[in-house]
């Protein structure tokens, strides 16, 4: 998929990648970008959501574990938080906290900037610069290797 859109996104003009550095998301950075002068840059808060113990469990979606459920069916609703997960407030908050402190000030310069991450951190970002209710939280998704100009 990342070299299929590497095709497909070759004309698309970028300054700037920043990628989460979890290994999924940083080598769809690289192919994205390969032979491509820009430089890519990581940063944690561009990791995906902690889901904490439950991190590496297979299909959250069909389990009982409450939060995690919960989660996936009702973002706005998400309280029953598992022992060392983010909270939806810590997701927003990291994620913006790098839109203030380098997505805007390179937006604010022209800069064309390319975010590569995961499924519920690029939610969050959308959720923040169109200002879009938690309900709407996966609604504001992006397929997986697909360009979506947020600003």
């Not at 859109?5 to 070759?10: C, L, P, R, S």
Request: charged share 25%; proline share 4%; hydrophobic share 40%.
């Amino acid at each position: 998929m990342a070299m299929a859109a590497a095709t497909k996104y070759k004309d698309v003009h970028f300054d700037v990648c920043y990628s989460s550095p979890l290994i999924r998301a940083l080598e769809t950075a690289r192919l994205i970008l390969k032979g491509r002068d820009i430089p890519i840059i990581t940063d944690v808060r561009l990791m995906e959501m902690s889901f904490g113990i439950y991190e590496g469990t297979e299909n959250y979606r069909s389990t009982p574990m409450k939060g995690i459920t919960e989660f996936f069916r009702n973002p706005e609703d998400y309280s029953d938080i598992p022992e060392g997960a983010e909270s939806m407030d810590d997701l927003f908050s990291r994620t913006g906290a790098f839109l203030k402190d380098i997505a805007y000030p390179l937006l604010e310069e022209g800069k064309d900037v390319l975010i590569v991450g995961h499924g519920a951190m690029n939610s969050s970002i959308i959720c923040q610069v169109r200002d879009l209710a938690l309900k709407d939280f996966w609604s504001a998704g992006i397929e997986n290797c697909k360009l979506m100009r947020l600003l």
